[in-house]
């Protein structure tokens, strides 16, 4: 009997953790600054240039993405790459170049419903608000759109940081994003954002993710939650590291689907100084490409399983 699948293609409007470098988190012994907590987030923008990269640089990551069915994984994919990372101070996109990828979906060809996600890599270094739109918005425009609100100072790896606690204004057509964002005390730059989609109780909200989906397919969004990280390398602060975690539930009576998904990735930085050289025209990675679909010849060896650890210790 021929199985029936229907696809569904994803692909997250913004992108894609708590890193060892920001695992130990303690009370911090400063005071907010007696300004509007808004006043301070303009401040990290307009330093931009003074904290972070000008010029464009090259850096190898590793990435992993999983998706999981009802608390199932259904597919594994993770790449080892090279990103001509951008200047932040331009509208260049960040290139990313595959080094080698490997993967396994056991649920291919038995699950009704085909799962992919489009972008991979690229996705993930979406998440990197200082050299993207901040949260669906331009940062001159912050207070249109978000409310800002200082919470306790912290000390992360000796280092101080502000908290400030932001989110969207209601009402509001788009479902925007609540979370926190860190800013070291002395530069005023971002070393961590933590947020989450106003997905809940918006039945529109999978307009933000869903790339294509059969007409018969009913989504919900449970939850979209994401972090990204920012490391001081050489008295500059550097995309480290992003996660992101979409949970949706699928049903449709004419396929017989009625399951909850979980899309996860996961990205960090493995060297920070990398040689940069001319890629093959096939291994530069599109947003539109899909990782489980590439293949590139590499080395199978535990290289991978080191990766991994790697990975572990920085997003405790």
């Given at each position: 009997m021929k199985t029936t699948l229907s696809t569904l293609a994803i692909a997250f409007t913004l992108a894609a953790i708590t890193p060892a470098a920001m695992a130990q988190t303690k009370t911090a012994p400063l005071s907010n600054p007696k300004y509007d907590a808004t006043l301070l987030v303009r401040s990290a923008f307009r330093n931009l240039d003074k904290n972070y990269c000008t010029t464009s640089n090259?850096?190898?990551?590793?990435?992993?993405?999983?998706?999981?069915?009802?608390?199932?994984?259904?597919s594994l994919n993770e790449a080892i790459l090279d990103i001509n990372k951008a200047s932040y101070m331009n509208a260049k996109n960040d290139q990313v170049i595959i080094k080698n990828v490997r993967g396994s979906n056991p649920a291919l060809g038995i699950d009704p419903l085909l799962v992919k996600l489009q972008g991979g890599p690229n996705t993930a270094l979406k998440l990197d608000i200082m050299k993207y739109p901040f949260l669906g918005c331009d940062s001159d425009n912050l207070t249109e759109y978000y409310t800002f609100e200082y919470e306790a100072p912290v000390n992360i790896d000796n280092k101080l940081f502000y908290v400030v606690r932001f989110d969207q204004k209601y009402p509001a057509d788009d479902a925007l994003f609540r979370g926190k964002m860190y800013i070291e005390a002395n530069s005023f730059a971002i070393?961590?954002?933590?947020?989450?989609?106003?997905?809940?109780?918006?039945?529109?909200?999978?307009?933000?993710?869903?790339?294509?989906?059969?007409?018969?397919?009913?989504?919900?969004?449970?939850?979209?939650?994401?972090?990204?990280?920012?490391?001081?390398?050489?008295?500059?602060?550097?995309?480290?590291?992003?996660?992101?975690?979409?949970?949706?539930?699928?049903?449709?009576?004419?396929?017989?689907?009625?399951?909850?998904?979980?899309?996860?990735?996961?990205?960090?930085?493995?060297?920070?100084?990398?040689?940069?050289?001319?890629?093959?025209?096939?291994?530069?990675?599109?947003?539109?490409?899909?990782?489980?679909?590439?293949?590139?010849?590499?080395?199978?060896?535990?290289?991978?399983?080191?990766?991994?650890?790697?990975?572990?210790?920085?997003?405790?």
């Open positions: 090259f850096v190898s990551a590793y990435y992993k993405e999983t998706i999981t069915k009802d608390n199932k994984a259904i070393g961590k954002v933590e947020f989450a989609m106003n997905v809940e109780r918006r039945g529109d909200a999978y307009l933000n993710f869903i790339k294509d989906k059969p007409s018969h397919l009913r989504i919900a969004v449970k939850s979209a939650n994401y972090t990204v990280g920012y490391k001081e390398y050489e008295g500059k602060w550097y995309y480290d590291y992003s996660r992101s975690d979409v949970k949706f539930a699928a049903s449709s009576k004419k396929r017989s689907i009625n399951s909850e998904y979980m899309v996860s990735s996961k990205m960090v930085i493995t060297d920070f100084n990398c040689k940069g050289y001319v890629a093959d025209k096939g291994s530069i990675m599109k947003s539109t490409d899909i990782l489980a679909e590439k293949k590139v010849a590499g080395d199978d060896s535990l290289i991978w399983e080191l990766y991994d650890e790697l990975m572990l210790l920085a997003l405790l």
